[in-house]
């Protein structure tokens, strides 16, 4: 079956333009999660979403990111007013979910953001 | 904040050759999970134990788990060109949580 997919594959904006990242992930997937990856580094969480119910934004580095998911299924991160520091490679994963529980999570290949 | 840290950073060994990466880690957890990463590619879980758990086998692959170290190991055996690449440790932040923690990496390059 089709995996994780997210697009764009490259991004490149100017400093103070807003950017949107999808993300589709895989069918039937309850669980859904994205992550700020700088170079060399692991992922860093940003958000949880279980279906279209955002449960955890506590790594969202500021007000200028925002992530959303209407009906449960696609996702959307949104960065507004975008600075050279959002520079990173952003992940998506999705997961089945089990109470208590952590389940494998299956990542995209990312979006490579460049911001100049 | 990195709740899992990967040593070595970077390992370099012939192919064939075993190679072994450790993960420490903070709080206490009810399992742990390891992801390989391509270069320009997504995380590919490789196995999660849980923490009632000391071993685990999957192919080549063989992880342990001392919960009174706070600390795992992944060890590759046999290894081949295609192993290389970053290896990840992950914990939740809190027993319980989704939400993942990931160390910094282990680099692995494996050499013909």
């Known amino acids: 079956g089709a995996g994780v997919s997210q697009s764009p594959r490259y991004k490149v904006a100017k400093r103070g333009q807003d950017v949107a990242l999808r993300c589709d992930p895989i069918s039937g997937h309850v669980s859904l999660f994205w992550y700020q990856q700088a170079l060399g580094q692991g992922p860093e969480f940003l958000t949880y979403f279980q279906n279209e119910a955002q449960l955890d934004k506590s790594g969202l580095p500021s007000d200028r990111f925002f992530a959303e998911r209407p009906e449960g299924s696609v996702s959307t991160l949104k960065i507004q007013r975008t600075q050279q520091e959002d520079s990173a490679v952003y992940l998506c994963a999705s997961s089945r979910w089990r109470e208590r529980s952590n389940q494998p999570q299956h990542f995209g290949d990312g979006t490579r953001l460049s911001i100049l | 904040s990195q709740q899992g840290e990967e040593d070595p950073q970077a390992l370099s060994i012939q192919e064939g050759e075993n190679a072994t990466m450790n993960c420490s880690y903070k709080?206490?957890?009810?399992?742990l999970q390891w992801y390989r990463q391509n270069s320009g590619r997504g995380l590919v879980h490789l196995i999660l134990?849980?923490?009632?758990?000391r071993e685990k086998h999957s192919g080549r692959l063989r992880v342990t788990l001392d919960t009174s170290k706070k600390s795992s190991s992944l060890l590759i055996t046999a290894s081949r060109a295609a192993d290389t690449a970053s290896y990840f440790c992950?914990?939740?932040?809190?027993?319980?949580?989704?939400?993942?923690?990931f160390g910094q990496g282990t680099r692995l390059t494996i050499n013909p």
């Open positions: 709080t206490s957890i009810n399992n």
């Open positions: 992950a914990t939740p932040i809190i027993q319980g949580a989704q939400k993942l923690v």
């Open positions: 134990i849980r923490s009632n758990e």
